[in-house]
Structure formats: C-alpha cells, structure tokens
C-alpha cells in the first residue's frame, strides 16, 4: 500500500472501485493522523461494458440517449438543486446500527433531492437500490476490489456500503455524506441516459480516449455531490471549514489512490468540487464539453 499525506482534523482516506468510483473520508482522524489506505481501479472490460449498456437499453426508453444525453441533458437546465431538510442525524463509535441508520437516511435525502429534480426535466426517474455489508462481495459489476469501502454497481442500480471496523471506530458524517453522494452521482448518470453515451463509448475507445471518457464521468459524479453537499450544509450540517478541508485535501490527495488517471488530478477534482458546491446546480457539471484541459 501507498502511504498517503496526512489530513489534519478531516479523516482517514478510504478509496473506493468499481463502476463508480470515488475517494472517501468516512471516519474521523486526530490532527496529524497518516492516511494510507489505497486500493487499484477496476475499470470495465469490453464484455461488462455490453451488458451495462444492454441493461441501460431495456430500462431507459423515455429519457434521452447517446451522446446528447450527455452534452445536453435536461437535467442541466433545471436550476437549483432541490432543498431537503437532511438531519440523517449523528454516528455513535461502534455503532453498526447507527451507521446502516444514517446510510438510510442520507440515500432517502438523496432520492427526494434527485426525484424533484428528475420531475422539474420532465424525465423519469428510479431509486436506487441500496445494500449495506459487513464483508465485501461480489456485484453484478464483479468482484469487489479490495480496499474499497463503497461500490456503484450500474448494471443492478446498486449502491454497496461497506462498514467495516475501522470506519466503526471514528465515523465522519461528513466525509460519508460525500462519498454517498458522489456514488448517487453515478446512478444520476445512469437513469439520465447519460450512462447510454458513455459506457458503448468506453467500450469502443482506445487507452487515452478511454481514460479521458472515465475522467468526464467521474468528475461530472463528483460535481454532482457537490451540488447536493451545499444543498444540506445547514441541515446536516456540513461548515465551510468541513468543506474547505475537504476540497484541500482531494486538491493535493485524491489522484494518488489510483493507478492510472482516470478519476482526474486532484486539482481537477477540486475545481469541480468547488464548481458544483458554490452553484448547487446541476447545470454547472456538464464535464462533457467543456476543453480537456479541465478534466485533465
């Protein structure tokens, strides 16, 4: 493993792989506390590409598809993102319970957050399903990659958490939030049709096409939680010095948990994390057009 650099007063740093993937804080850290807790990407074969976009075909016939579906979703148009009183409430340290509990109700904010949206576009919409686990398994995606604290899985619309002992013993609300957010980013993409466009794309891209398609939807997903992190900052609350952390440390952190650049640099990451949280629009995260330059 690969020691990462410390984060002062924000957490520990769990990576996450698979469909979607993210880097997370999920439990807590005292100041000066090394993060080193790495895990290797898992991208998609050609074979799992197929059935993704196969399962995409059977259940997206009313929302837009192919590469407009990216570049010019209705989803970018509708403003604001929708408010939600989010009190998921605290994590008590080594409470399995209290964490399945807040995982719930954080994944019940997001669903009322995104459904309102979905309807302001005029598209359908569909939940996600949510399964929490105490020891990894195997997804509809494939394996489970160690390391990994949290998986989207887009052929079964499933969001894995995993709570292990270690993020038992100092959970960051916060940090959990985030990754739970930017793992919905990836169901977002996926019940948009946006997922329509990139996953036949991947499959059909060489190396450093492939990579810079994995970069756009990553960085759009991460955006996306932006954007639903500044809808519940007062209600859960998350403060400007969480968020500030936060942002600091993937701007110098978060490529490092990756093996090849396919989630970005960290001061991409940043700035699209700074761009979804000042706006809280969806609209602001159209990482499909904009110059390469941006999702370096």
């Known amino acids: 493993m690969k020691k990462l650099a410390s984060l002062t007063a924000a957490g520990v740093v769990l990576t996450l792989a698979g469909t979607g993937t993210a880097v997370a804080q999920t439990h807590g850290a005292r100041s000066g506390q090394q993060t080193q807790t790495q895990a290797a990407t898992q991208p998609a074969t050609t074979q799992q590409a197929a059935t993704q976009a196969a399962a995409l075909q059977v259940t997206q016939q009313a929302n837009p598809r192919g590469k407009t579906a990216a570049t010019r979703n209705p989803l970018y148009r509708t403003g604001r993102l929708a408010g ?52 990894r398994v195997n997804t509809a995606c494939g394996r489970w990659v160690s390391g990994a604290a949290g998986v989207y899985c887009s052929t079964n619309r499933t ?123 969806p609209g602001s995260c159209n990482t499909w057009t904009v110059s390469s330059r941006y999702v370096a």
């Open 84 to 135: 939600t009183n989010c009190a998921p409430g605290g994590i008590q340290r080594g409470s399995t319970a209290a964490y399945k509990r807040f995982l719930q109700r954080m994944t019940n904010c997001l669903n009322r957050a995104w459904a309102t949206q979905f309807r302001k576009a005029n598209l359908s919409f569909s939940k996600p399903r949510l399964r929490i686990v105490t020891k």
């Open 159 to 281: 969001m894995y958490m995993l709570i292990t002992k270690r993020e038992l013993r100092q959970p960051y609300p916060a940090g959990i939030a985030r990754l739970m957010a930017h793992e919905y980013g990836h169901h977002v993409q996926t019940v948009s049709g946006i997922g329509s466009y990139y996953y036949p794309a991947r499959a059909r891209a060489g190396r450093s096409a492939g990579l810079l398609l994995s970069r756009r939807l990553e960085l759009q997903a991460e955006c996306f939680s932006a954007v639903f992190m500044r809808t519940i900052s007062n209600s859960l609350p998350v403060t400007q010095q969480d968020w500030d952390h936060m942002v600091s440390w993937f701007r110098e952190n978060g490529h490092k948990g990756w093996a090849q650049n396919d989630h970005g640099k960290g001061r991409s990451q940043a700035f699209w994390m700074e761009r979804g949280f000042n706006s809280a629009q």
